[in-house]
């Protein structure tokens, strides 16, 4: 496993901090609103075996996503977009290539390391709920501020996404935009870096997408959060300031966009 950069005190660099006792590595630490680089990735390549067939889901991609952006991943299916995107997370590993946030190795760390990433670094929002059934909104999203290092409370989290009358619901209770909007405050309740949005409207019709959209662009404008959303959907890319187009493993080409449109008045 790489060293951590020479800096800081204890030989603990500055902006990480120890995990605990039981885990021997250094972590990295989340700071509101942060400035510069998150990630910096240079010829990522991602390769499944099944069987004798090789499939190359990433070819060589390299990237940098910065504090505070909001970033579109577009591409079609089998483009490489939730490849990249676990991998970013931490929830998968590069065949090859690195990999760092905020300058610390991602590629080569073990999985107790991965583990405090995930924990306290990112944020997670996929297409399907995965709400817990039995539990109130505000129920779920407690579920994540009991095991965060310094979280917002679960009310504060709902009234960032617009659920703060609909906090003592159950997900039956909810609709589908609203059960989502849950997700993202859960997702963002740790105060994560980075947001990642996998489909985050995929399940939803246009009008509760934009909404959910609307809360999406909130966190990333109010909590600074760099907020990385893959979709097929090409109107989507609009709301970004940039738009990274992916084709067969690689980035074919990347956009910047001088205005972002706000979500409320995407068309698609």
Sequence with gaps: MARPPESGVDGVPKGFVRAPARVTVAVP???????????????????YHTGEVEVVALNGVDLELGAGELVCLLGPSGSGKSTLLNILGGLDVPSSGSLQYKGWPL????????????RNCVGFVFQFYNLIPSLTARENVALITGIS?????????????GLGRRMDH?????????????????AIAKRPEVLLCDEPTGALDVTTGITVLEAIERTNRELGTLTVVITHNAAMADMADRVLHLSDGRIAREEHNETRLAASHLKW
């Design 29 to 47: 630490m989340k700071t509101s609103l942060s400035t510069g680089v998150v990630f910096e990735a240079r010829k990522l390549r991602k390769v």
């Design 107 to 118: 590629v080569g760390s073990d999985e107790r390391t991965l583990t405090q990433f995930r």
């Design 149 to 161: 290092r310094d979280p917002m409370p679960p009310e504060e989290a709902l009234e960032v996404v």
């Design 170 to 186: 159950f997900p039956s209770q909810l609709s589908g935009g609203e059960q989502q909007r849950v997700a993202i405050a859960r």
